[in-house]
């Protein structure tokens, strides 16, 4: 009889992706009380997010940065049925207040669920880094296509015709991604070091159990007939 496969449950950073790194030292009982709120303002525990499932959870920065809005656009080509078939949940946290996110979504096509926690509880309790750290063996997002003077403009502008004019989040705070669930059982997480230090989309659906893997290029598909 084969050996079991032990969940992967490690802190990976851009510069060692690949490398096994000790397990970040946090506990989900410590947020799972934690309030996050959906788009008409209902809020909820955060362990509701978990608790019966496994789950991928993406934390943004901010909703007007422009290397998360690319993210994200990324995130909305994953099939619901990808999703259904491996019997996971993917959620987006945002720092805003809720009445950004139908903008949001209408901007990015995001379909699957999206929550916000405004005041940074989940953020500052599990550790989650502010301030950005570049480094040049850094491997930048593979899903952010701006580059960050075009990426920084446009984030302005959006930020300038906004009906309401704020920044949506604190423009200090970095986020990450954790797979976590069922229970409060954490199977990987990595808190970004910058805006570019995503991790790739395809990589976090799999180590989730995703057997579909993803084309996110924007290159022409040449279909053979």
Not at 16 to 38: G, K, M, N, Q, W
Not at 186 to 193: A, I, L, R, Y
Request: aromatic residues 10%; contains cysteine; charged residues 25%.
């Amino acid at each position: 009889m084969a050996e079991p496969v032990l969940p992967i449950t490690r802190q990976v950073n851009s510069e060692h992706r690949a490398i096994r790194t000790p397990s970040v030292d946090f506990r989900l009982e410590d947020v799972e009380d934690c309030l996050i709120y959906d788009r008409h303002g209902v809020s909820d525990p955060f362990k509701k997010l978990y608790q019966d499932r496994k789950s991928v959870i993406i934390f943004v920065r901010n909703f007007l940065c422009y290397s998360c809005k690319e993210y994200v656009e990324d995130l909305s080509k994953i099939p619901k049925e990808a999703l259904e078939d491996a019997d996971i949940r993917l959620v987006v946290i945002g720092q805003s207040a809720h009445h950004h996110i139908e903008p949001f979504c209408l901007l990015t096509g995001y379909p699957h669920e999206i929550y916000v926690d405004p005041e940074r509880c989940i953020y500052q309790k599990l550790g989650m880094k502010r301030e950005e750290k570049f480094t040049d063996s850094a491997h930048p997002s593979p899903h952010v296509k701006s580059g960050i003077f075009m990426g920084q403009m446009k984030s302005i502008w959006r930020a300038m015709t906004s009906p309401a004019f704020d920044f949506q989040g604190d423009l200090h705070q970095q986020g990450g991604a954790i797979i976590a669930g069922p229970g409060s059982h954490v199977h990987f997480s990595h808190f970004d070091m910058n805006r570019l230090d995503h991790m790739p989309i395809n990589w976090l659906l799999q180590l989730a159990g995703v057997q579909q893997t993803l084309d996110f290029s924007d290159k022409p598909k040449i279909v053979h007939v």
